[in-house]
T-cell receptor, first 112, second 110 residues
């Protein structure tokens, strides 16, 4: 597609609920990234894929966070047993190689 | 360590005023440097970038020069408009991971 598409735009989850956030990158982009942006802060790195391989997941805050990109295109970020501190905007970005990110509009997750 | 520090906001200016948003970085080597802009309810959009020392990135009247000596990448615009109101993020690149500053909110009044 023309840009990076994320869905849903907004998600309200009850504490303890599992959520799945989707990212559809620009067609042909090899690299895909997930970032977490807390309110009033800059984005912080979560994880990086090159095609279907997850090369770096060092930014995932806990083992409740899991990301996949099984066919090297669409990616899903899953958060199990959500907590209030998980409330943030989750941004996906893609690039042809490394660098030159294009960001999606993000998914705003609110855990109540 | 590797970090990006940018001036705290909010910055409030009148239309046509001169804008400077300071950004300094720490890093080993010479990373690429970026400014991103985030309008309300939207994701980050790349505003400009510089990939090596003394490079000047420019776009939409905004400019920033990669200063190796002062490890800085300050954003400037000679005459801001109301439509420039947004949050601006400085970032440094790495092999693949970006480090972002905390953002500076700019509000331009008519």
């Amino acid at each position: 597609g023309a840009g990076v598409s994320q869905s849903p735009r907004y998600k309200v989850a009850k504490r303890g609920q599992d959520v799945a956030l989707r990212c559809d990158p620009i067609s042909g982009h090899v690299s895909l990234f997930w970032y977490q942006q807390a309110l009033g802060q800059g984005p912080e790195f979560l994880t990086y894929f090159q095609n279907e391989a997850q090369l770096d997941k060092s930014g995932l805050p806990s083992d409740r966070f899991f990301a996949e990109r099984p066919e090297g295109s669409v990616s899903t970020l899953k958060i199990q047993r959500t907590q209030q501190e998980d409330s943030a905007v989750y941004l996906c970005a893609s690039s042809e190689r490394t660098g030159g990110y294009t960001f999606g509009s993000g998914t705003r997750l609110t855990v109540v | 360590g590797n970090s990006v520090t940018q001036m705290e906001g909010p910055v409030t200016l009148s239309e046509e005023a001169f804008l400077t948003i300071n950004c300094t970085y720490t890093a080993t080597g010479y990373p690429s440097l970026f400014w991103y802009v985030q309008y309300p309810g939207e994701g980050l959009q790349l505003l400009l970038k510089a990939t090596k020392a003394d490079d000047k990135g420019s776009n939409k009247g905004f400019e920033a020069t990669y200063r190796k000596e002062t490890t800085s990448f300050h954003l400037e615009k000679g005459s801001v408009q109301v439509s420039d109101s947004a949050v601006y993020f400085c970032a440094r690149g790495g092999t693949y991971k970006y480090i972002f500053g905390t953002g500076t909110r700019l509000k331009v009044l008519a």
